[in-house]
């Protein structure tokens, strides 16, 4: 599977936008993009899923570049309760098996 | 529609006992998959199950970890003669199939098991 990178952690204000990256320059074109968060002590939660195109749902956007090389997820109106630790994960659609979960981005909105 | 149910949800036991974590998949998901999170730590994969296999235990620890997804019934994470070393937050998953991707949602996580040994 493929190698994400993503910033350490993020601030946004309530309210607005929130917008996390995420570089998967070794991506193969059989790998999907999933993004999970965890919110604090609880398990993760799945947000989005995409393989080239974007995709939307009501939680969030996921804009997948052309090359595919990297993404965005878009937290539209981000609440005090999107806090979390968001992951990026790639993943071959023809797999069986288990999710790789890195560090991910601590996400802290403020208000 | 119940999702993922883990018990139970905090456990504490004694060093040297043993530890039985349960969890529950959702309806009509067969396969499993159990997680570690050590404090302060990313999430790291076990143990991936089908009713009454083991397909990937990869990242189980060699010795006093177990696991298994009988017929009927939940899925056991057993930890023999617990040390402190194993005190974390035991997450397990559940899908309806294995494949990723083309079959859409991805995993179900349950809450967690909260593991203390004292």
């Known amino acids: 599977d493929a190698k994400t990178t993503q910033p350490t952690s993020m601030d946004c204000a309530e309210g607005r936008a929130a917008n996390l990256p995420c570089n998967h320059s070794?991506?193969?074109?059989?790998?999907?993009v999933y993004w999970y968060r965890q919110i604090h002590s609880q398990g993760p939660q799945y947000i989005i899923h995409?393989?080239?195109n974007n995709e939307t749902n009501e939680m969030a956007s996921l804009i997948i570049t052309e090359d595919r090389k990297s993404s965005t997820l878009i937290l539209p109106h981000a609440t005090l309760r999107d806090t979390a630790v968001y992951y990026c994960i790639v993943r071959s659609g023809g797999s069986q098996g288990n999710l790789i979960f890195g560090k991910g981005t601590k996400l802290s909105v403020k208000p | 529609n119940a999702g993922v149910m883990q018990n139970p949800r905090h456990l504490v036991r004694r060093r040297g006992q043993e530890a039985r974590l349960r969890c529950s998949p959702m309806?009509?998901?067969?396969?499993v998959y159990w997680y570690r999170q050590l404090p302060e730590e990313g999430l790291k994969f076990m143990v991936y199950?089908?009713?009454?296999?083991?397909?990937?235990e990869s990242g189980m620890p060699k010795e006093r970890f177990s696991a298994e997804f009988p017929k009927e019934g939940p899925s056991i994470l057993r930890i023999q003669q617990v040390v402190r070393g194993d005190s974390a937050a035991y997450f397990c998953?559940?899908?309806?199939?294995?494949?990723?991707?083309?079959?859409?949602?991805?995993?179900?996580f349950g809450s967690g098991t909260r593991l203390t040994v004292v």
């Open positions: 998953a559940s899908s309806y199939t294995g494949l990723q991707g083309a079959y859409g949602y991805g995993y179900t």
């Open positions: 199950l089908q009713k009454e296999n083991i397909i990937d």
């Open positions: 995409g393989l080239k």
């Open positions: 070794t991506i193969s074109g059989n790998e999907y």
């Open positions: 309806k009509g998901h067969s396969h």
